[in-house]
Antibody, heavy 121, light 106 residues
Framework: QVQLRESGPGLVKTSETLSLTCTVSGGSISTSYWSWIRQPPGEGLGWIGYISYSGSTNYNPSLRGRVTISLDTSKNNFFLTLTSVTASDTAVYYC???????????????WGQGTLVTVSS | SNELTQPPSVSVSPGQTASISCSGDKLGSRYVSWYRQRPGQSPVLVIHQDRKRPSGVPERLSGSNSGNTATLTISETQDVDEGDYYCQAWDSNGGVFGGGTKLTVL
């Protein structure tokens, strides 16, 4: 079955760039849509954005201008880049697969285990 | 506003029925999904498209959505149902989550 695994630095300095990788195993990245979702410590979930199997993207307006999601179909990976980070970007970051194709019926049916990223000076 | 509002907490006795609400402007015109998150774990999809259960989710969990409110109902509540529950929908800006409801089985 499809599994997702996030990887990347656990500590990022204030004002620098956060970069994470989601590795997809057990299935092809080229057949679904994929999202990044984050959860600050002790808080709720927040959608960051998604990328389609063809590379089209949609981002949370609150992060637009700082966020980029991309994919590498040859390696079955997709990526999150968040620039100019502050302490408020400290969170567990999850990657997730869409049950659907970028429509309003979409749900997130498979999630990674999450990775904690701390932003500190 | 496209925010989704959930009660912070719901308590229920074992074997009883728990209902968790999710409110938003004209929410009934959008599809709602529900996720359960146990402490230290990733969220798990339990309801999508208002009322559909993924494989492996027991029939005790059901969903509805009408007007401005979606509801997740858990009947014959068990200890395994404890956790944080989040509703989620899509609007013109993308994905939106409710603030989450902590379900406690007393």
């Amino acid at each position: 079955q499809v599994q997702l695994r996030e990887s990347g630095p656990g500590l990022v300095k204030t004002s620098e760039t956060l970069s994470l990788t989601c590795t997809v195993s057990g299935g092809s990245i080229s057949t679904s849509y994929w999202s990044w979702i984050r959860q600050p410590p002790g808080e709720g979930l927040g959608w960051i954005g998604y990328i389609s199997y063809s590379g089209s993207t949609n981002y949370n307006p609150s992060l637009r201008g700082r966020v980029t999601i991309s994919l590498d179909t040859s390696k079955n990976n997709f990526f999150l880049t968040l620039t100019s980070v502050t302490a408020s970007d400290t969170a567990v970051y999850y990657c997730a697969r869409h049950k659907g194709y970028g429509q309003t019926t979409d749900a997130f049916d498979i999630w990674g285990q999450g990775t904690l990223v701390t932003v500190s000076s | 506003s496209n925010e989704l509002t959930q009660p912070p907490s719901v308590s229920v006795s074992p074997g009883q029925t728990a209902s968790i609400s999710c409110s938003g402007d004209k929410l009934g015109s959008r599809y709602v999904s529900w996720y359960r998150q146990r402490p230290g774990q990733s969220p798990v999809l339990v309801i999508h498209q208002d009322r559909k259960r993924p494989s492996g989710v027991p029939e005790r969990l059901s969903g509805s959505n009408s007007g401005n409110t979606a509801t997740l109902t858990i009947s014959e509540t068990q200890d395994v149902d404890e956790g944080d529950y989040y509703c989620q929908a899509w609007d013109s800006n993308g994905g939106v989550f409710g603030g989450g409801t902590k379900l406690t089985v007393l």
